[in-house]
T-cell receptor, first 115, second 114 residues
Framework: AQSVTQLDSQVPVFEEAPVELRCNYSSSVSVYLFWYVQYPNQGLQLLLKYLSGSTLVKGINGFEAEFNKSQTSFHLRKPSVHISDTAEYFCAVSRANTGFQKLVFGTGTRLLVSP | NAGVTQTPKFQVLKTGQSMTLQCAQDMNHNSMYWYRQDPGMGLRLIYYSASEGTTDKGEVPNGYNVSRLNKREFSLRLESAAPSQTSVYFC?????????????FGDGTRLSIL
């Protein structure tokens, strides 16, 4: 079975500063990895995904993530955050090439951007 | 472009009452899912439907039933609501079968059981 750990429940940061949200996963088989964002009172939206190929993945709103197989990590980064990036971010994993996707989510990291 | 639509958005129930949460998608997706979101626990899968005509249990199915009414609609039923089922419920859909297609989420139903 797959599992995801998001070590930081909350990350405060000042506007225009860089940020990294950490995600580690556990799996004995190949996986797909995802980052979703949830704004207040809304559902989740896909930020980016890693399926295969290049380990550096670029997503929407200037976010990127790097897949590191040896460290089983998929950390999310942004070089300069905006107030509007304040939201909750979820890392998720699914087993690759199974014919059906069952996502396992982490517990989420709340990003708080202040002026 | 509606995407995934959930109704109702809010509901308050008394313990023991029953209720059906509705979900419809207009993206011609094959797969649909129901999750619950609780503070500090992320999203947990309740039930899913890989394709029209099939449903399967997820991580936390107890106390719930589902119906895949047609390709568009997937409902979640609480037969006898309990306070432990107070949560935010999300419906999602994806193209399926899985080749890494993302899931698309509705805005959620906020359910309180008194």
């Amino acid at each position: 079975a797959q599992s995801v750990t998001q070590l930081d429940s909350q990350v405060p940061v000042f506007e225009e500063a860089p940020v990294e949200l950490r995600c580690n996963y556990s799996s004995s088989v190949s996986v797909y990895l995802f980052w979703y964002v949830q704004y207040p009172n809304q559902g989740l939206q896909l930020l980016l995904k890693y399926l295969s190929g290049s380990t550096l993945v670029k997503g929407i709103n200037g976010f990127e993530a790097e897949f590191n197989k040896s460290q089983t990590s998929f950390h999310l980064r942004k070089p300069s955050v905006h107030i509007s990036d304040t939201a909750e971010y979820f890392c998720a994993v699914s087993r690759a090439n199974t014919g059906f996707q069952k996502l396992v989510f982490g517990t989420g990291t709340r990003l708080l951007v202040s002026p | 472009n509606a995407g995934v639509t959930q109704t109702p958005k809010f509901q308050v129930l008394k313990t023991g009452q029953s209720m059906t949460l509705q979900c419809a998608q207009d993206m011609n997706h094959n797969s649909m899912y129901w999750y619950r979101q609780d503070p500090g626990m992320g999203l947990r899968l309740i039930y899913y439907s890989a394709s029209e005509g099939t449903t399967d249990k997820g991580e936390v199915p107890n106390g719930y039933n589902v119906s895949r009414l047609n390709k568009r609609e997937f409902s979640l039923r609480l037969e006898s609501a309990a306070p432990s089922q107070t949560s935010v419920y999300f419906c999602a859909s994806s193209e399926g079968p899985d080749l890494g297609q993302p899931q698309h989420f509705g805005d959620g139903t906020r359910l309180s059981i008194l």
